[in-house]
């Protein structure tokens, strides 16, 4: 989520520039405490709570809308709601961005192991790819075999 945003590469460019003196492993710690303090920082100012941004863009682009029903068609209005659909479109890609960083964040932590999540993620997998029945005109194939062959075929 992060590096889609430009903003990001010049914080930790910045982070990273500040001189401190010291072991090679002191610069290198201190330079990391700096800039995770930066980053969050950071963080809040520019993305703030991802879905409470989400909820306002589709509250402003309701009151709008509700507007121009109540008022009519107005050119400004018809350009605001725009403004506030491009704003709604950016803070849901933000939010898919944020939840698949989170599911891979999942899958690092558990994914590895022979734990639950991990069969469960497996058995989802397996379940989405099988095709259970296929339709050949007025015939329904049921059994794996029908369908493998019809689909060679």
């Known amino acids: 989520m992060w590096l889609h945003n430009l903003d990001c590469r010049r914080v930790v460019s910045e982070a990273w520039r500040v001189v401190v003196h010291g072991c090679p492993m002191f610069v290198l710690s201190h330079k990391l405490r700096m800039l995770k303090k ?43 709601e725009n403004m506030a659909q491009n704003d709604l479109l950016q803070a849901l890609m933000v ?16 994914g590895d192991r022979n734990t639950s999540f991990f069969h469960k993620v497996t058995k989802r997998r397996q379940v989405t ?20 062959t019809h689909v060679l075929n």
């Open 95 to 110: 939010e898919e961005t944020f939840w698949m960083e989170k599911t891979r964040l999942n899958w690092h932590l558990h």
């Open 38 to 80: 930066d980053l969050r920082h950071w963080n809040i100012h520019v993305f703030g709570d991802v879905h409470q941004r989400v909820k306002n863009a589709y509250n402003a682009v309701e009151v709008i809308q509700t507007f121009i029903n109540e008022s009519g068609l107005d050119a400004e209005l018809l350009n605001q």
């Open 129 to 148: 790819k099988s095709m259970t029945l296929l339709k050949d005109g007025e015939r329904i194939l049921t059994s794996q075999v029908d369908i493998g």
